[in-house]
Every structure is written in structure tokens, then in C-alpha cells.
């Protein structure tokens, strides 16, 4: 079992940054490839982005490639989410997920709003 708790989230303008922060506790964090999607009003819950147990592999959504950074901290048991040059549309409640074969654990949210 694993439980994320995602914090970071927040009112920003257009242009400015977030960090996200998503905690984990139980075993064998390090194991997880980790993720964080996103959910805006309406929409379908959508990829952001991926790191492998490792952190030497990443993945990401072309919508944010070259402006979101995701990172994770084995020693911490932590992944983070680095939103820079932020747009209206990235506004959504963002999930943090954990995968390890067929399991997959979520967080509760966190929501980012960007005003224009």
C-alpha cells in the first residue's frame, strides 16, 4: 500500500510557476515509477508527465514538454512537479500516481488555478 498526499498547488498568473510536491508513505517508494496527471472541469483526467523508479527516465505530455520538470527524491520519498511559464489552460486539479506492475495508487489533488 501506498498513500500520496500532493501539496504545492495554488492561484497563479500566466507566466508564473508552481512547484508541486507529492509525498508517499509506505514501502518501497523507490520501486514506483511515479506520475502526475491532471483533471480540468469537463475533461477527462489527462497525462502530464512520468519518471521511472530511478529518476533517469522521464516522460511527458506535449503540452507541457520544454515547461514542466518532474523530479522525485528516493531519499524523501517524494516527487515534485516544476511548472514554469504556466498558461490559463493548465489550470486543473493535478494528481500525483504511483505504478508498480498492475497496482496503481493515487493521490487527492491538488488544485492549480492560472488566471490570464
Known amino acids: 500500500q501506498v498513500q500520496l498526499v500532493e501539496s504545492g498547488g495554488g492561484l497563479v498568473q500566466a507566466g508564473g510557476s508552481l512547484r508541486l510536491s507529492c509525498a508517499a508513505s509506505?514501502?518501497?517508494?523507490?520501486?514506483?515509477?511515479m506520475g502526475w496527471f491532471r483533471q480540468a472541469p469537463g475533461k477527462e483526467r489527462e497525462f502530464v508527465a512520468s519518471?521511472?523508479?530511478?529518476?533517469?527516465?522521464?516522460v511527458y505530455a506535449d503540452s507541457v514538454k520544454g515547461r514542466f520538470t518532474i523530479s522525485r527524491d528516493n531519499a524523501k520519498n517524494t516527487v515534485y512537479l516544476q511548472m514554469n511559464s504556466l498558461k490559463p489552460e493548465d489550470t486543473a486539479v493535478y494528481y500525483c500516481?504511483?505504478?508498480?506492475?498492475?497496482?496503481?495508487?493515487w493521490g487527492q489533488g491538488t488544485q492549480v488555478t492560472v488566471s490570464s
Open positions: 500516481n504511483a505504478q508498480l506492475g498492475t497496482y496503481a495508487y
Open positions: 509506505g514501502r518501497a517508494f523507490s520501486s514506483y515509477g
Open positions: 519518471i521511472n523508479w530511478s529518476g533517469g527516465s522521464t
